[in-house]
């Protein structure tokens, strides 16, 4: 088709706009459509969080679950992006640091956001920590996640 485009038209393709036949259903403005589903994404989000804000009062570990939540749209070159959710996720890992920071599973996600010197720093302070941590599975799971991680 592009090669007919070419051809036709003496080298230079010439773009036309998409025309219904008379009957159907109308093409969807490119830049209205992208917006509707931007919104619609922000609002599935906005919800999202919500839920997790009124389940907060459960403990650590839905905070957790709250920030990994948040972190899955925090990179724009990568998959879904929305764009407050930088701050959003900064603002949680706060509020985990600020909470709940003595919990196991609060300490190794704060860690698994790290990175360079200051993850390895961490990480072997964080290894003495683990053996400290209760013995109930999730302790058991949190300490070997530790350790594997060495």
Known sequence: MAALLLLSGGGVAHAEA??????SVPVPDHDQALEAVTNAKETAYREMLARFDASES??????VARCRFIGNYTEEDYGDWIASASDDHEACLERLRQRWADTPEAQLF???????????AEGAALIDRATAWP??????ALRQAVLVAR
């Open 58 to 63: 459960s403990g650590a570990a839905s905070l």
């Open 110 to 120: 704060l860690y698994q956001q790290m990175w360079g010197e200051d993850a390895v």
């Open 135 to 140: 013995t109930p599975p999730a302790g058991r």
């Open 18 to 23: 998409v025309m219904p036949s008379s009957g």
